[in-house]
C-alpha cells in the first residue's frame, strides 16, 4: 500500500473512522491508515479498526498532561503524514499541534463558525437556523476555529429533532471527510492565512507529454 499514512484520533462510535476505512477500500482516498489511537478503551470505533485489520492504541492516561505527552510521543513515533480527528473528545496541546502544522484534519458538526463546541447540532436546532451542516477544517490552538476546507449544508426541516438533524448532517459529514482527505493526498490543499486553496488536478500524463 502506498500513499499517505494518516493516524486517526478517535473516542467513540467511529461512523468517520469507517467512513475513511471504505473510502481506502474503495479507491477514494489514496492511503493507509497507520494506526487508530483512542482515549477510551470503549469505544467502538477500536473494534471498526480491529475488524479492518489496522493497528489500535488505547492512550488513558487521567492526567492532561501526561496524556498530551504520551500522545505526542506515539504521534512522533508513527510519523504520519496526516492526522485526522474523528470524534476524538479532547483538546489536543499547543505542543502537538504545532508539531504537525498544517497536517491535522477535524470534522465538525455544524456550518462553522457557528455553533462550535459540544452538540452543535441541537446548538443549531435550538437556535432555530434553517440551514446546518458540517465543516471539515485543519485544527489550530482553538476550538473548532482553523482553516476552514469544505463545508456541506443540509436544510433543517420543520419535524427536525436533535436525532434526525444528527444523522442527516452525519452523511454529508461521510462524503466531504472523504473528498477533503483525498485532496490533502492529491497536494491540492494550501493554507494562505485563514484561508484555504483548494487548487485543481494535476493534468493527466498524457496531457504532459
Ligand atoms: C461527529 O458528529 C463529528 O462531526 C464530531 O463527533 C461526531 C463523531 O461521530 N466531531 P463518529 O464517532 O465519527 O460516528
Same mark, same amino acid.
Given at each position: !500500500?502506498?500513499?499517505?499514512? !494518516?493516524?486517526?484520533?478517535?473516542?467513540?462510535? +467511529?461512523?468517520?473512522?469507517?467512513?475513511?476505512?471504505?473510502?481506502?477500500? *474503495? #479507491?477514494?482516498?489514496?492511503? &493507509?491508515?497507520?494506526?487508530? =489511537?483512542?482515549? /477510551?478503551?470503549?469505544?467502538?470505533?477500536?473494534?471498526?479498526? #480491529?475488524?479492518?485489520?489496522?493497528?489500535?492504541?488505547?492512550?488513558?492516561?487521567?492526567?492532561?498532561?501526561?496524556?498530551?505527552?504520551?500522545?505526542?510521543?506515539?504521534?512522533?513515533?508513527?510519523?504520519?503524514?496526516? =492526522?485526522?480527528? $474523528?470524534?476524538? !473528545?479532547?483538546?489536543?496541546?499547543?505542543?502537538? =499541534?504545532?508539531?504537525?502544522?498544517?497536517?491535522?484534519?477535524?470534522?465538525?458538526?455544524?456550518?462553522?463558525?457557528?455553533?462550535? +463546541?459540544?452538540?452543535?447540532?441541537?446548538? *443549531?436546532? %435550538?437556535?432555530?437556523?434553517?440551514?446546518?451542516?458540517?465543516?471539515?477544517?485543519?485544527?489550530? &490552538?482553538?476550538?473548532?476555529?482553523?482553516?476552514?476546507?469544505?463545508?456541506?449544508?443540509?436544510?433543517?426541516? %420543520? &419535524?427536525?429533532?436533535?436525532?434526525?438533524?444528527?444523522?442527516?448532517?452525519?452523511? !454529508?459529514?461521510?462524503? $466531504?471527510?472523504? /473528498?477533503?482527505?483525498?485532496?490533502?493526498?492529491? +497536494?491540492?490543499? %494550501?493554507?494562505?492565512?485563514?484561508?484555504?486553496?483548494?487548487?485543481?488536478? *494535476?493534468? *493527466?500524463?498524457? &496531457?504532459?507529454?
Amino acid at each position: !500500500m502506498t500513499g499517505l499514512r !494518516m493516524a486517526v484520533l478517535v473516542s467513540g462510535r +467511529g461512523s468517520n473512522l469507517q467512513a475513511i476505512i471504505d473510502g481506502i477500500q *474503495a #479507491q477514494k482516498i489514496h492511503g &493507509e491508515i497507520i494506526a487508530v =489511537i483512542s482515549d /477510551k478503551k470503549e469505544a467502538y470505533a477500536l473494534e471498526r479498526a #480491529q475488524q479492518a485489520g489496522i493497528r489500535t492504541i488505547v492512550i488513558e492516561e487521567a492526567c492532561r498532561e501526561a496524556f498530551q505527552r504520551t500522545l505526542l510521543d506515539c504521534l512522533h513515533d508513527l510519523e504520519p503524514d496526516l =492526522i485526522l480527528l $474523528a470524534g476524538f !473528545m479532547r483538546l489536543l496541546s499547543p505542543l502537538v =499541534i504545532q508539531s504537525f502544522p498544517g497536517r491535522i484534519m477535524n470534522i465538525h458538526p455544524s456550518l462553522l463558525p457557528s455553533f462550535p +463546541g459540544l452538540e452543535a447540532q441541537r446548538q *443549531a436546532l %435550538e437556535y432555530g437556523v434553517k440551514v446546518a451542516g458540517c465543516t471539515v477544517h485543519f485544527v489550530d &490552538e482553538g476550538t473548532d476555529t482553523g482553516p476552514i476546507i469544505l463545508q456541506a449544508a443540509v436544510p433543517v426541516l %420543520e &419535524e427536525d429533532d436533535v436525532d434526525s438533524l444528527c444523522n442527516r448532517i452525519l452523511e !454529508m459529514e461521510h462524503r $466531504a471527510y472523504v /473528498k477533503a482527505i483525498e485532496l490533502f493526498a492529491q +497536494g491540492r490543499l %494550501e493554507i494562505e492565512g485563514r484561508r484555504v486553496r483548494i487548487l485543481p488536478p *494535476a493534468p *493527466a500524463k498524457e &496531457e504532459i507529454m
